[in-house]
């Protein structure tokens, strides 16, 4: 059984889709949710679903070992970045290396870096009048939105998109496929197949 700790910084909707979908495997378990924001609603989302959830700060994070020794505790053999904000430590990039995952909620290598997460990254897609938008799901190494893609799934956009309504596509094709790449990822099997969401 391969154990995957999940961390998040806000919401936590795709933490909840992954535990849920993860729910019934006999390959791969949810070891626990680790979050960086006191007030992070993932917290509930970790309540309800019934997986132990653990906050620490920015300092715990850059500046010590105990977020390692946790998930070592833990026995975890995967970190999952589902909407997680800090840059990942050198500590975890090592004892971690090729085994961290995180989703982007656009084509990089555009729209990635510091700063762009969540509505920052669809009101620059907007902005430029990109024919199309989507998600990368990629190998986490030490820079923002940076690392070997993975994985990647279009949406297509009209005059008529919004930054709100680009959200929406994007959440579509996150609960759609997040989920089914962190098992071909942690299992080593071969990724599914993307089918462009149309305007």
Same mark, same amino acid.
């Given at each position: 059984m391969k154990r995957i700790a999940i961390l998040a910084s806000g919401n936590g &909707?795709?933490?909840?889709?992954?535990? %849920?979908y993860l729910a019934g495997s006999k390959e791969i378990e *949810?070891?626990?949710?680790?979050?960086?924001?006191k007030d992070a609603y993932v917290a509930q989302r970790a309540a309800? $679903?019934?997986?132990?959830?653990?906050?620490?700060n920015r300092k715990d994070f850059m500046e010590t070992d105990c977020v390692l020794e946790y998930l070592r505790e833990k026995s975890v053999?995967?970190?999952?970045?589902?909407? !997680? $904000?800090?840059? *990942?430590?050198?500590?975890?990039?090592?004892? +971690?290396? %090729?085994?961290?995952?995180?989703? =982007?909620?656009?084509? $990089?290598?555009? +729209? @990635?870096? /510091? @700063?762009? +997460?969540? =509505?920052?990254? =669809?009101?620059? #897609?907007?902005a430029n009048k990109e024919p199309e938008s989507g998600i990368t799901i =990629?190998? #986490?190494? @030490? /820079?923002y939105d940076h690392g070997r893609t993975l994985f990647q799934a279009k949406c297509r $956009? &009209?005059?008529?998109? &919004?930054?709100? &309504?680009?959200?929406? /596509?994007i959440h579509i094709l996150e609960k759609t496929y997040f989920p089914p790449v962190? %098992?071909? !990822?942690?299992? @080593? /099997?071969?990724?599914p197949e993307p089918k462009t969401l149309e305007a």
């Open positions: &909707t795709n933490a909840q889709q992954i535990s %849920e *949810v070891a626990c949710i680790v979050y960086n924001r309800t $679903l019934g997986i132990e959830a653990k906050y620490f053999d995967y970190l999952i970045l589902a909407g !997680f $904000l800090l840059l *990942v430590p050198q500590n975890l990039l090592e004892a +971690y290396d %090729e085994r961290i995952i995180n989703i =982007h909620p656009a084509l $990089l290598p555009n +729209y @990635g870096g /510091k @700063g762009m +997460y969540g =509505h920052h990254v =669809h009101e620059a #897609v907007i =990629h190998v #986490v190494d @030490g /820079k $956009l &009209t005059e008529a998109d &919004t930054a709100d &309504t680009l959200a929406e /596509k962190v %098992e071909a !990822f942690v299992l @080593g /099997k071969a990724m």
